[in-house]
């Protein structure tokens, strides 16, 4: 079964860098679409970025575009979001999902914190 596990999450101060990561497992996801939701308190949850595992492709929020990059290592099965430039409002529980047509694979989510 597919399994996803973030991690890397934590309390930061504002303009600081955080990086997430999650690792994947239980089949070959070369055809999948790889992504970051986050959803903070009240609020609905939100893509923020997503990556085509074969061919690279990236996709980005406009609120975290310049800011973060999303990458995958293949030999380690894991993808990544590098957070920089760090905001108070980027404060929510951050969820990877993979997914062909759509996301049906979902991590527990890790939190990220930011202090203003």
């Known amino acids: 079964q597919v399994q996803l596990v973030e991690s890397g999450g934590g309390l930061v101060q504002a303009g600081g860098s955080l990086r997430l990561s999650c690792a994947a497992s239980g089949r070959t996801f070369s055809r999948y679409v790889m992504a970051w939701f986050r959803q903070a308190p009240g609020k609905a949850r939100e893509f923020v970025a997503g990556i085509q595992w074969s061919a690279g492709g990236t996709e980005y929020a406009d609120s975290v575009k310049g800011r973060w990059t999303i990458s995958r290592d293949n030999a380690k099965n894991t993808v990544y979001l590098q957070m920089n430039s760090l905001r108070f409002e980027d404060t929510a529980v951050y969820y990877c999902?993979?997914?062909?047509?759509?996301?049906?694979?979902w991590g527990q989510g890790t939190q990220v914190t930011v202090s203003s």
């Open positions: 999902a993979a997914g062909e047509e759509r996301f049906n694979y």
